[in-house]
Nanobody, 120 residues
Framework: QVQLVESGGGAVQAGGSLRLSCEAS???????MGWYRQAPGKERRLVAR???????VYADSMEDRFTIYRDDAESTVELRMNSLEPEDTAVYYC???????????????WGQGTQVTVSS
């Protein structure tokens, strides 16, 4: 059974830094790994992703402060967030598109989400 396990997150003051990590397990093959976030009352939106086809993609204005790292050997993806702002407060979700088994179609998978709270 495929699984995404997230770690990191928490509460920090504005200007601080946090690191989110996600480990994928039991996938036959992974196409894309990344992070999305969902603020209260808003839709889930892309933060950054890394795919074998498109490379690294950041949402607008994210690349200035956020950096995504993907380790294919370990099936992990990490999001390093610097100069955090109260507007970054959200639940952050690990995202993977991949194949659970050799006969399966590729589909999207989501982690359980981790809360990031930035206070002013």
């Amino acid at each position: 059974q495929v699984q995404l396990v997230e770690s990191g997150g928490g509460a920090v003051q504005a200007g601080g830094s946090l690191r989110l990590s996600c480990e994928a397990s039991n996938f036959f093959r992974i196409n894309t790994m990344g992070w999305y976030r969902q603020a209260p009352g808003k839709e889930r939106r892309l933060v950054a992703r890394v795919s074998s086809r498109d490379g690294t993609v950041y949402a607008d204005s994210m690349e200035d402060r956020f950096t995504i790292y993907r380790d294919d050997a370990e099936s992990t993806v990490e999001l390093r967030m610097n100069s955090l702002e109260p507007e970054d407060t959200a639940v952050y979700y690990c995202y993977t598109n991949g194949y659970a088994g050799v006969y399966d179609l590729a589909r999207d998978y989501w982690g359980q989400g981790t809360q990031v709270t930035v206070s002013s």
